[in-house]
């Protein structure tokens, strides 16, 4: 599973912000020898060849390029030997706004290891927009990559975690190789390589009993995912629902609707899964989260975000 970082240390802004204090104790954990922390390339790589990863492999995302990766996160991550990719939306580089780095900074990085992964030129609502817009986008912040790192990234965010089917079309022939959003849940090999979960932390969701519940979380294998588009349309609420992969059929598992909390469900035969909402989905975010208990005291769990205009 992938973790997502913003800010480290900046209080003024809990929603993105992770104290240092909390940093301390996940790096301590990831440290304690139950987990294994690879480069998100690497385990890009493993999932598109089908190669097995082991148990507990975590990938570490940070998004924005906010100032306090540079003098707070990334000495500590250095120094602990922990790689991460750092998602960027190059318009406030190129700004030059007082919290975030700077180009310089940003090769320091790439020079000592640092993988660095695209978010655009202006942190957009890309479901929003249309294919040209978007398009212009990634090859504006391309261009930026290209003059001031050598090379364009081949991993992608999504702003805000908002993707859309025209967006992922787009994001596929600008040419990266995987794509991240914002919704919890664990990546697998039947996962879409271009709408890749990431589990959020921040000052309210960064505690360590749900670190090491995400840290610790397994997948939970699902096709015939309806809808197919994460951006909502004329039917809302839409009509979700998914197909369990396998042998496991989660007779406990329960989803939840961040508008609505628990949500009926209905069993057609032992693994297609309908999600029965009783509300239209509110404008903006809309996460659905469902999760299973595993053994040992871990958690299947399986989300899925969507975006309403």
């Known amino acids: ?15 993105t912000n992770t104290t240092m204090e909390q940093f301390a104790a996940h790096i301590e954990e990831l ?36 100032l306090s990766v540079y003098t707070r996160a990334w000495p500590i991550l250095r120094e602990n030997n922990l790689p991460f990719t750092l998602f960027i939306a190059t318009d406030a580089i190129d700004r030059k706004y007082s919290r975030f780095m700077s180009w310089d900074q940003i090769r320091e990085l790439a020079k000592g290891g640092v ?10 609502h890309m479901a929003r927009m249309s294919a040209a817009e978007n398009a212009v986008e990634l090859a504006k912040s391309n261009q930026r990559f290209v003059e001031e790192l050598g090379a364009a990234p081949t991993l992608f965010a999504y702003p805000y975690g908002e993707a859309s089917l025209a967006a992922i079309d ?3 022939a600008g040419g990266f190789k995987a794509a991240f959003g914002q919704h919890s849940g664990v990546i697998d090999r039947t996962g879409a390589p271009f709408f890749m979960p990431r589990f959020a932390l921040n000052e309210n969701y960064g505690d360590m009993t749900r670190f090491r519940m995400a840290a610790n979380a397994l997948s939970i294998p699902v096709t ?17 629902g998914f197909t369990l992969v396998g042998e496991k059929t989660l007779p406990n598992l329960a ?4 508008h609505e909390g628990k949500v009926r469900m209905e069993r057609l035969g032992e693994h297609r899964v309908e999600i029965r909402l009783t509300t239209p989905l509110p404008k903006g975010r ?10 040992d005291g871990r958690w299947f769990w399986f989300g899925r975000q969507f975006v309403t205009h």
Request: hydrophobic share 30%.
């Open 115 to 124: 993988t660095i992964g695209s978010q655009t030129a202006s942190h957009p």
């Open 286 to 295: 809309t996460r659905i989260n469902c999760t299973a208990p595993g053994p």
């Open 170 to 172: 787009t994001v596929k």
């Open 255 to 258: 989803c939840y609707a961040s």
């Open 31 to 66: 440290k304690s020898g139950k987990y294994t922390v690879l480069p998100l390339p690497e385990i890009v790589s493993a999932l598109r060849e089908g190669r097995p990863l082991p148990d507990r492999t975590i990938g570490l995302s940070i998004d924005d390029a906010y």
């Open 1 to 15: 599973m992938v973790f997502m970082y913003h800010r480290f240390g900046e209080d003024d802004t809990p929603s």
């Open 224 to 240: 015939d995912i309806t809808p197919a588009d994460m951006k909502t349309g004329d039917n809302n609420p839409p009509a979700l």
